[in-house]
């Protein structure tokens, strides 16, 4: 649905990449909504393992965002290049992929589309997930639309070719199949059509991937088999719990542990239990092959006299352990982080830090302490703070009275921008300042928003874009009107008479949109609720028999009939027209001047 540039930030002097939305799909409000969710998901974000987002917009009707430039290559081509990969490197980068949902499934995104062709593997080996184009909201109560689902039909979720509600399991799933194709070389499934496809991600049984690499160790394939349950309740709780699994098969994946041998299961799952037995019996016995000539005696006594050398050298070394001095923690609540860690510091203390996102508390303040304030613990004891670093909401900044400038830099520091920029006049005020913005300070607006402003200059004819008063009713057009600085025109009432306040209106001249002079007067004709205005979109398909047809829709109101869309369409192809009518409003569609289509809104 879009393009993506290689070009350059003049102002940070770095390389950026852009994507683009398609102009024909620039006035699809359906491909515009998922442009703006892959920003805003995305955005929400900071990860080492996800693409930064630096700025979104609307340039000349062209929708962008500028990302972080990712030297590299997608996971699909890097697998296409070196084969299937080593255990270690697919559970490496599997891992990777995980922290990147981990963070995604905390604020609340289910990303929806992940496959390697989405993944990109930086020249120093790093993991960088991007493509946030379908993810959903877990609260989204509709998450798929069961005529139109998206993502990539291999990495399909049962529940995903179902139309059913996803979840972050549907993720998991996802990140099954492409650690799958890391070990085996190629996707669980393939068929000569997408519905082909997804249906055995439905309906049949994954191939264990030990079947194209026996090299795979049982505790890895458990795990790959278990993120491929198509039930999402049999596969992992959360990804981090597969990541947890994973990090321990890592360890599994390499020399005498790496068996081979198979056990015959039903459902591809183990207990957690008899894996991590299996897991340590297979440990200790490759612990102790190098002591194979010893004897169990020797190896015992060399083992304890190891620990009492550790632990002489411990007591030695880190004697104040052994002290029994205590203090009582000071309470560092609500103070920035480092005046915490001094005032910790002080009192022989270790400071540990971690950061949360926070609406309510200022960037670089303590949230939380553990162990908690007023605590009796030794000195020397780890603290650890939890701080903010904010949130994705900025308080507006009043702007008022500073010059453009000015308001570039103090919007900068804060992560937002300039937006729309208009001219007035006020003589009352100081020349090319501030005199207005929206939003008003202080509302809160998300990380990098474009903030409107009024700037107040001299002997300027200043002007406005026509508000869409169609109906409203009367009371509402007047109000709407004086707020746009616009007056009331010429005003008609199809019954006769006056004006009540519950009149709509049905026409509008100038039409809204137009950009006219401030103090214009716009002329009205109202009518009673009866012949309000109806709107309405008709979906036209055009017969796919390799020919192209005219296609005509007529609409007949109480002002009379108009041809609203006279067009050659191509075979096959669905062509959307918007319409609208006062009172009882007619349409009609024509395909090479015969009536396919007849009916009243």
């Known amino acids: 649905m879009a393009d993506v540039y290689s070009a350059q930030d003049v102002l940070l002097d770095r390389k950026v990449a852009v994507k683009v939305l398609h102009a024909n799909y620039a006035t699809d409000n359906h491909f515009v909504t998922r442009f703006r969710r892959e920003a805003q998901a995305a955005a929400k974000l900071s990860h080492p393992n996800i693409v930064n987002i630096y700025d979104v917009g609307l340039d000349s009707d062209a929708y962008y965002i500028v990302m972080e430039y990712v030297a590299g290559e997608t996971l699909k081509d890097y697998i296409a290049r070196m084969g299937k990969l080593s255990n270690d490197a697919a559970v490496r980068i599997a891992i990777e992929i995980g922290e990147a949902l981990e963070q995604a499934h905390a604020n609340g995104i289910i990303h929806c589309d992940i496959k390697p062709h989405n993944i990109l593997v930086t020249n120093s080996g790093r993991i960088k997930v991007a493509d946030f184009g379908i993810a959903r909201a877990m ?10 689902v998206l993502g990539s039909v291999h990495y399909f979720s049962p529940e995903q070719a179902a139309g059913e509600k996803i ?27 997408a519905v082909s496809i997804a249906l055995k991600h439905m309906q049949e049984d994954i191939p264990k991937p030990a079947k194209y690499n026996p090299s795979i160790t049982p505790i890895l394939e458990d795990c790959v088999m278990k993120a491929l349950q198509k039930d999402p309740q049999q596969r992992f709780a ?124 200022p960037v670089g303040q303590v949230i939380s302490m553990s162990p908690g304030a007023g605590s009796s613990v030794k000195t020397h004891r780890m603290i650890h703070l939890t701080i903010s670093r904010g949130g994705s909401n900025i308080l507006v900044p009043d702007l008022t009275g500073l010059t453009v400038e000015q308001a570039r830099e103090k919007l900068k520091s804060i992560h937002l921008r300039l937006g729309k920029i208009e001219e007035r006049e006020d003589p009352k005020l100081p020349p090319d300042t501030i005199i207005g913005q929206t939003p008003l300070a202080p509302t809160k607006v998300e990380k990098d928003s474009g903030i409107a402003i009024v700037i107040n200059k001299k002997n300027v004819i200043s002007r406005v874009v026509v508000p869409d008063l169609l109906g409203k009713t009367w009371e509402e057009a007047q109000r709407i009107l004086k707020e746009n600085d616009l007056t009331v025109g010429n005003v008609t009432v199809r019954t006769g008479g006056t004006p009540e306040p ?100």
Do not use: C
């Not at 609260?139 to 139109?148: R, Y």
């Not at 039409?511 to 979906?539: F, P």
């Not at 609409?555 to 050659?568: A, C, H, K, P």
């Open 139 to 148: 609260n989204s109560a509709t998450v798929v639309n069961k005529e139109s």
């Open 167 to 193: 979840t972050p399991q549907t993720d998991i799933y996802s990140l099954g199949v492409v650690l799958y194709e890391m070990l085996t070389g190629h996707v669980p499934f393939e068929g000569e059509t």
């Open 238 to 361: 959360t990804v981090s719990e597969m990541v947890a699994e994973l990090r321990l098969a890592q360890g599994f994946v390499s020399g005498k542990t790496a068996q081979t041998g198979r056990h015959d299961f039903s459902t591809g799952v183990i207990p957690l239990s008899q894996r991590r037995k299996r897991h340590r019996e297979d440990r200790q016995e490759s612990l102790l092959t190098p002591l194979l000539g010893w004897s169990v005696r020797n190896i015992i006594l060399a083992v304890v006299g190891l620990f009492l050398l550790a632990s002489g050298i411990a007591f030695w070394m880190f004697g104040d352990f052994w002290r029994t001095d205590s203090v009582t923690l000071p309470d560092v609540i609500g103070k920035q982080v480092e005046v915490a860690r001094s005032m910790l510091e002080r009192e022989n203390l270790n400071v540990s830090v971690s950061e949360i996102a926070s609406e309510e508390v």
């Open 502 to 601: 519950k009149d709509l209106v049905i026409t509008q001249a100038p039409g809204s949109g137009q950009d006219i002079v401030r103090g214009t007067g716009i002329d009205l004709v109202l009518a009673t609720e009866k012949d309000a205005v109806h709107r309405a979109n008709v979906a036209v398909r055009v017969p796919n028999d390799g020919k192209k047809h005219r296609v005509r829709v007529v609409v007949t109101d109480i002002f009379g009939s108009q041809e609203v869309l006279n067009t050659e369409g191509k075979p096959g192809a669905t062509i959307n027209q918007k319409v609208e009518g006062s009172g009882n409003v007619r349409i009609q569609v024509y395909i090479d001047d015969s009536l396919v289509q007849d009916e009243e809104l």
